[in-house]
T-cell receptor, first 110, second 116 residues
């Protein structure tokens, strides 16, 4: 079942912060985050495994609350290059297949 | 390492024709996925291979779709008797799986199919 992402769209000024949420009705083993720019392939950002681990990637970090079956992606001091559509992919136990949400469009203005 | 490559990048075909797409994964990757993406949507799972074995196929996939991965290397996705609803971006992804949940997938640039 497809995870639900919120919000659908975010518009920011350079330097502002944003949070993108991903939730599932199914028990999850892992959550993956990708960014896709228009006309390009999705690019892997990070994977979070069961265990509530919080990971970071420069100014982009994420958390995974397995009890709530939720993950959040945190973008700090956003840069113009952060613009794109962010997808979460969830993987439930016993599956090896990421199922993606509809995406969150992030636009960063100067 | 040149990443995941897909061919062709664009394909325009008439309704009813057959089309075949190719995906070359990253060489040491043992898992290969096909996804379909339409405008404003996330990638939708089609099928998945571990080495040469096709382990899962989406229930949404009609019998007109078939995929192969001979010798566990490149993969092909064929669509027979194309319909306008097949118009989409077809994405291939590969990963080197070491266990459950370890599916950092690298995507190719995709093949954009337009059925007229």
């Amino acid at each position: 079942q497809q995870p639900v992402q919120s919000p659908q769209a975010v518009i920011l000024r350079e330097g502002e912060d944003a949070v993108i949420n991903c939730s599932s009705s199914k028990a999850l083993y892992s959550v993956h985050w990708y960014r896709q720019k228009h006309g390009e392939a999705p690019v892997f950002l990070m994977i979070l495994l069961k265990g509530g681990e919080q990971k970071g990637h420069e100014k982009i970090s994420a958390s995974f609350n397995e009890k709530k079956q939720q993950s959040s992606l945190y973008l700090t001091a956003s840069q113009l290059s952060y613009s794109g559509t962010y997808f979460c992919g969830t993987e439930k136990g016993g599956s090896y297949i990421p199922t993606f949400g509809r995406g969150t469009s992030l636009i960063v203005h100067p | 390492d040149t990443g995941v490559s897909q061919d062709p990048r664009h394909k325009i075909t008439k309704r009813g024709q057959n089309v075949t797409f190719r995906c070359d994964p990253i060489s040491e990757h043992n898992r290969l996925y096909w996804y379909r993406q339409t405008l404003g949507q996330g990638p939708e799972f089609l099928t998945y291979f571990q080495n040469e074995a096709q382990l899962e196929k989406s229930r949404l996939l009609s019998d007109r779709f078939s995929a192969e991965r001979p010798k566990g290397s490149f993969s092909t996705l064929e669509i027979q008797r194309t319909e306008q609803g097949d118009s989409a971006m077809y994405l291939c992804a590969s990963s080197l799986a070491r266990g459950q949940g370890d599916t950092e997938a690298f995507f190719g640039q995709g093949t954009r199919l337009t059925v007229v």
